[in-house]
């Protein structure tokens, strides 16, 4: 985000600060993510009690043709409303005088951008969960959208915060590997964008941004991509098609970093990350890293098309 950008956001956002409590809106009841946020935020004192924000409203959304939407969706509603009195809404637009900001949580990447394009109009800062989007050109949109209404927004996955990362980071990596779980999911065109982003924010995580190319093998049971960064290193992410493990190994220039077997995942740093970007409209991720993570998928997808062949980031 440019500084002027920054600026203007931190402006905006200044009365926030000050906020005993911020009035949370959730664009999507369709994902587990949904109860889990809430339970966090809304519940009472405990280890994963994320002070400073509170859920107060909740727009259903919903997609007819993604099982695990259409399945959720109404179930999620009414436990959000029956157990944290979450008042459920019939569009985005109301959502806009009722909360100080908002989770775009829908579980379908394709609907982000259009649901964006409302939220927007709240002029209110927004998490977009994962995936940011179904595919680089909507990414690339919302990024647009966001700069052309002085949105503050963000984008990412709770893995970025994980032990397997923690652990693992070091400043003079010179290469990483990832692995994680990578179902595909048969509307998005964008398969990694799917499950496979886990990992793949975690490789980013730990080397940063500056993949120029990719390439991708593909088989019955797992994707393996590689990517080249301009200084030379090599990141590499394994997600597998079945099994839900994560891990990582960063190769220093005299040792080895390995996640421990009983590194431990939680939302609960993210949602203080994200209560933070809140009151600060700063961002934890940059926009251009999360821009080229989608930009790296992108090039995945197309090298799995070629059969393989290497392909340089767009």
């Given at each position: 985000m440019p500084v002027m950008s920054r600026l203007f956001?931190?402006?905006?956002?200044?009365?926030?600060?000050?906020?005993?409590?911020?009035?949370?809106?959730?664009i999507g009841t369709d994902t587990s993510h949904v109860i889990a946020f809430t339970k966090s935020f809304n519940g009472p004192p405990g280890p994963d009690k994320v002070e400073g924000a509170r859920v107060v409203a909740a727009f259903k959304g919903g997609s007819p043709d993604v099982e695990a939407s259409y399945t959720r969706v109404d179930k999620y509603a009414e436990q959000l409303a029956r157990e944290w009195g979450v008042e459920i809404v019939p569009d985005i637009a109301s959502l806009c005088g009722k909360v100080d900001a908002l989770l775009l949580e829908s579980v379908d990447g394709r609907t982000h951008?259009?649901?964006?394009?409302?939220?927007?109009?709240?002029?209110?800062?927004?998490?977009?969960?994962?995936?940011?989007?179904?595919?680089?050109?909507?990414?690339?949109?919302i990024a647009r959208l966001a700069r052309q209404h002085n949105i503050a927004w963000f984008s990412s996955s709770s893995l970025r915060w994980s032990e397997h990362v923690l652990a693992t980071k070091a400043d003079d990596a010179v290469g990483v590997i990832t692995w994680g779980p990578g179902p595909y999911e048969p509307h998005h065109s964008l398969e990694l964008s799917w499950y496979a982003i886990h990992p793949i924010e975690m490789l980013y995580a730990l080397m940063g941004p500056g993949c120029e190319e990719v390439t991708r093998v593909s088989t019955d049971?797992?994707?393996?991509?590689?990517?080249?960064w301009r200084d030379g290193r090599i990141g590499t992410v394994r997600s597998q098609k079945a099994g839900y493990n994560y891990g990582a190994v960063v190769f220093r220039p005299k040792g080895v970093n390995v996640s421990p077997p009983e590194a431990k995942s939680s939302y609960?740093?993210?949602?203080?990350?994200?209560?933070?970007?809140?009151?600060?409209?700063?961002?934890?991720?940059?926009?251009?890293?999360?821009?080229?993570?989608?930009a790296f998928m992108d090039a995945a997808q197309k090298s799995k098309e070629q059969g393989g062949r290497p392909v340089r980031l767009r």
């Open positions: 956001s931190a402006l905006l956002l200044a009365p926030l600060l000050f906020s005993a409590e911020l009035r949370l809106g959730l951008l259009p649901q964006f394009r409302e939220a927007v109009k709240c002029g209110k800062p927004v998490f977009i969960d994962k995936p940011l989007a179904a595919t680089l050109e909507d990414a690339r949109e049971t797992a994707d393996v991509v590689t990517g080249r609960t740093p993210m949602l203080r990350e994200i209560v933070k970007f809140f009151q600060t409209g700063v961002p934890p991720v940059p926009v251009e890293e999360t821009l080229e993570l989608f």
